[in-house]
C-alpha cells in the first residue's frame, strides 16, 4: 500500500532533549516536505526537499533540522526542542517538484515539549 | 505571504452550496486544494496551473483567476461528508519557475448539517 509514515505517532518531551520525527515514503517520490499546523494558523512549511542531497528552507525553519540521505527518509530533527515547538507536524511526498503533482501526508505526528 | 482564505466558517444544510475563496498579495504559480477531517491527515482535493483553468471533480469543481492572484473552491448540493478544513496552497512564480515552497491558507472550517 502507498502511504507516507511518520514515527511516533504521539510524543511528550521535555524542553532541550534532542529528538527526531521520522517520515518515510514507499512511492519513489522525489519531493519530501514537513508542515506543522497550528490553530488559526493552518499549515506552515518547516522545510522541504526535491531530492536526495537537496533541502532547502520553508517558512519557518527556525530551531529544525533535516537530512535527504535516501530518497525514501526524510527525518526532522529538533536539536534543542522549546515549548513553542508543541504542534502536529505532517510529512508529505510528492512525485516530481511538488507544484504540479498531488502532496500525500501521513498520519501526524503531535508533539509535547514541556 | 501566506494566502488568505475566506470565510473563515461556514455552516450549511445538506444540499445547500458553498463557495471558498483563496487570495495571495504574490503571483501565482499552481493553487493546491485539500479537505482535512478532525483528526486526520489532509487529503487532495485538486490542483490548477496558472492559466484560469477551472477543474472538478463530482460535485467540487474550482477555478484559478491568475490575474486577480485567487482561487475558489466550488462545493455543490453539500453532503455530511463534505465537513471538514478546507487548505488552499500555493506556490509562488519565482524566477522562470516555481519555488518548489507551498504556502498554505489558515483553512476554512466547513460544518454540514442534517
Known amino acids: 500500500e502507498a502511504q507516507v509514515t511518520q514515527n511516533p505517532r504521539y510524543l511528550i518531551t521535555v524542553t532541550g532533549k534532542k529528538l527526531t520525527v521520522t517520515c518515510s515514503q514507499n512511492?519513489?517520490?522525489?519531493?519530501m516536505s514537513w508542515y506543522r499546523q497550528d490553530p488559526g494558523l493552518g499549515l506552515r512549511q518547516i522545510y522541504y526537499?526535491?531530492?536526495?542531497?537537496?533541502?532547502d528552507k520553508g517558512d519557518v525553519p527556525e530551531g529544525y533540522k533535516v537530512s535527504r540521505k535516501e530518497k525514501r527518509n526524510f527525518p526532522l530533527i529538533l536539536e534543542s526542542p522549546s515549548p513553542n515547538q508543541t504542534s502536529l507536524y505532517f510529512c508529505?511526498?510528492?512525485?516530481?517538484?511538488?507544484?504540479?503533482?498531488?502532496?500525500?501526508f501521513g498520519d501526524g505526528t503531535r508533539l509535547s515539549i514541556l | 505571504q501566506q494566502p488568505v482564505q475566506s470565510p473563515q466558517a461556514v455552516i450549511l444544510r445538506e444540499g445547500e452550496d458553498a463557495v471558498i475563496n483563496c487570495s495571495s498579495s504574490?503571483?501565482?504559480?499552481?493553487v493546491h486544494w485539500y479537505r482535512q477531517k478532525h483528526g486526520e491527515a489532509p487529503v487532495f482535493l485538486m490542483i490548477?496551473?496558472?492559466?484560469?483553468e477551472q477543474k472538478g471533480h463530482d460535485k467540487i469543481s474550482a477555478s484559478f483567476n491568475e490575474k486577480k492572484q485567487q482561487s475558489s473552491l466550488y462545493l455543490t448540493a453539500s453532503q455530511l461528508s463534505y465537513s471538514g478544513t478546507y487548505f488552499c496552497?500555493?506556490?509562488?512564480?519565482?524566477?522562470?519557475?516555481?519555488?518548489?515552497?507551498?504556502?498554505f491558507g489558515q483553512g476554512t472550517t466547513l460544518q454540514v448539517k442534517p
Open positions: 504574490k503571483a501565482l504559480y499552481s
Open positions: 508529505a511526498s510528492s512525485v516530481s517538484d511538488g507544484v504540479y503533482q498531488p502532496q500525500h
Open positions: 526537499s526535491m531530492n536526495v542531497e537537496v533541502t
Open positions: 512511492m519513489n517520490h522525489e519531493y
Open positions: 490548477l496551473l496558472k492559466g484560469g
Open positions: 496552497g500555493s506556490d509562488g512564480v519565482h524566477g522562470s519557475g516555481n519555488t518548489g515552497k507551498l504556502i
